[in-house]
């Protein structure tokens, strides 16, 4: 039986370290807002209600079909940039798609 080579993890470096703290902070916060918000039964304070409202959704504005296609481009790319472009990797790094 042949060994299978190990894959090569890149060691974890400050920004590593900065990513996960900002993440941990970001999602904390969010946390302490949205529950304040919905233990006190201010369902209009919710990160939604505050999104949909900035982008004409509810209630309806002018710009409504801007803000939905907005809202749907953007997560949109977000999807296709963490799940399909190549990252740091430097194996492909200046590759054509």
Do not use: Q
Not at 36 to 47: D, F, I, M, S, Y
Not at 48 to 64: A, D, L, Q
């Amino acid at each position: 039986m042949t060994p299978v080579p190990l894959k090569r993890v890149r060691p974890k470096t400050r920004y590593t370290y900065g990513w996960l703290a900002w993440a941990a902070i970001s999602a904390g916060g969010f946390a302490i807002l949205e529950g304040v918000a919905l233990a006190r039964g201010e369902h209009g304070n919710t990160l939604s209600c505050h999104w949909r409202r900035v982008m004409g959704i509810y209630p309806e504005k002018p710009w409504t079909p801007a803000g939905k296609a907005a809202v749907i481009t953007g997560l949109a790319w977000v999807a296709y940039h963490i799940a399909f472009e190549p990252g740091d990797d430097p194996r492909t790094r200046n590759v054509a798609r």
